[in-house]
């Protein structure tokens, strides 16, 4: 019998190497990524594995190599999109641009999706259809609320506004011109928690006081007979800037009848950390714009008045909690670390000083996930899914997921169920893959749920099915 060969030569040898390496700094080389391959890192999660979110859209800064490489290399912050120039070269920048010039080129006007609505729907609790509520003339459903009567006011990021009823959708007047800006426009609406008598609701959209530049505004009007009478800003962040990325804008009403309203760090990260600027935080007003005394910072130098917590990146959901009076809020965070955060008055939820994410451009943002005086999420998904908007199930209908919270998926295009035990997320269920971006999951005063769904337009009810 032969001996088995020692495996300490070949261990010893490329220690030895590695050592050499060292002393050197010799790096030993990597393989180079394909374009395909640096696409789905950097560009997939806005653009789609197969660009198909180009589906029906032109250039907005042109379709020639250099004008394209250019949008590559320096990005274009009015619309959201970063520049790469720190995660490739000049020769990679090139490349990715012949390669999107030429995939965009194939990418047909209107992309199927690949569910579909009619099937049935399987949770691991229960099955439930879809049913349409709204399916046609939206683009990009927002803000879902609904009135005493069961109507339903839709907005469509465009800057409509719209009331439902019995399926016919119906436009409402006195919306002032709405300014559409990457990722801003008419977002949401909620009912005053005492529409019954006063008929006042509150949206949330983009504009500004200087040419060329926007921030998230809050408005209310009075809702009579198809037009908004009386409509009124009564909330504007500042400062205003020319991006067109983290404006926030959801908001939801307490119990104490006090509004509570999401604004994005609009871009400069540090904003969030700044309590002498409204971007990157929590605001809490009364119902018609005035500042709590109590508020955490009403007394701090220089401070804004507004403020309820800092440090917040885009607030895109926030659900208030009736009967406990936890305030929820789920946030984007760059690539990797959205959260899903309990709000508390005056705290600091960490960005950028603090996240489980890094740059769209790959860099690193901060090494720290954690620090002494900054919150820690109660949950957070890396890869980034893009949360948007936040719905607590509650009643009998949906049978095993009461007390689960229920966000949608921009990126991923699905909605996503967090198991809940407690204030704890214990698991997590995807339903609707593929469906499309989910905007909007709200739970009517009927008890079911609704979805609203990007470039489909639609406007779905979940109905659970008998077994």
Not at 167 to 172: H, P, Y
Not at 384 to 405: C, H, M, N, Q, R
Request: charged residues 20%.
């Amino acid at each position: 019998m032969k001996p088995r060969k020692s495996a300490f030569i070949p261990v010893a040898f490329l220690i030895l190497i590695f050592s050499f390496a060292f002393v050197f700094d010799y790096q030993v080389p990597l393989t180079p990524k394909t374009t395909r391959e640096l696409y789905l890192q950097f560009c997939a999660g806005c653009h789609g594995q197969n660009l198909e979110r180009f589906a029906a859209r032109q250039w907005v800064y042109g379709s020639s190599l250099k004008e394209v490489s250019s949008t590559i290399k320096n990005g274009r912050p009015a619309i959201g999109m970063p520049g790469y120039s720190k995660a490739m070269d000049d020769d990679q920048i090139a490349a990715m641009a012949t390669y999107m010039i030429r995939e965009v080129a194939k990418v047909p006007a209107i992309v199927p999706s690949t569910f579909n609505d009619k099937d049935t729907v399987k949770s691991v609790n229960f099955s439930f259809v879809l049913k349409e509520v709204v399916g046609k003339n939206l683009n990009i459903p927002w803000g879902l609320a609904f009135l005493p009567n069961g109507d339903m006011l839709v907005t469509e990021k465009a800057g409509q506004l719209y009331q439902v009823s019995k399926g016919v959708m119906t436009s409402i007047e006195g919306l002032p011109p709405i300014t559409v800006r990457g990722q801003g426009g008419l977002m949401e609406v909620v009912l005053h928690p005492k529409f019954s008598t006063n008929h006042l609701i509150y949206i949330s959209y983009i504009d500004g006081e200087s040419p060329g530049m926007v921030n998230t505004s809050v408005a209310r009007a009075e809702l009579s007979n198809g037009r908004l009478l009386h409509f009124k800003r009564i909330f504007h962040a500042m400062p205003e800037t020319n991006s067109g990325v983290q404006f926030g804008g959801r908001m939801v009403f307490d119990n104490n009848g006090y509004l509570f309203i999401s604004v994005g760090d609009r871009g400069p990260k540090e904003d969030a950390q700044k309590l002498t600027n409204y971007n990157g935080k929590i605001h809490r007003i009364f119902d018609d714009g005035r500042i709590p005394a109590d508020n955490p910072f009403v007394k701090t130098p220089h401070a804004i008045g507004s403020i309820w917590c800092y440090g917040n990146r885009n607030g895109e959901g926030l659900y208030y909690e009736k009967t406990t009076g936890i305030l929820w809020e789920n946030e984007h965070g760059p690539k990797g670390g959205d959260e899903l955060n309990i709000i508390r008055k005056g705290k600091n939820y960490g960005w950028p000083v603090i996240t489980f994410g890094i740059d769209y451009d790959g860099t690193v943002i901060t090494t720290d996930t954690a620090r002494t005086g900054m919150e820690q999420p109660i949950y957070y998904w890396t890869p980034s899914i893009a949360p948007s908007s936040l719905a607590k199930v509650t009643g009998t209908l949906y049978k095993g997921w009461e007390g689960d919270f229920l966000n949608g998926s921009l990126s991923f295009q699905y909605l996503e169920r967090l198991i809940m035990k407690g204030n704890k997320v214990i698991g997590h269920e995807k339903l609707l893959q593929k469906i499309g971006r989910v905007r909007n999951i709200v739970q009517g005063p009927d008890g079911y749920l609704y979805v609203a769904v990007e470039k489909s337009g639609k406007i779905y009810k979940l109905v659970p099915v008998s077994k």
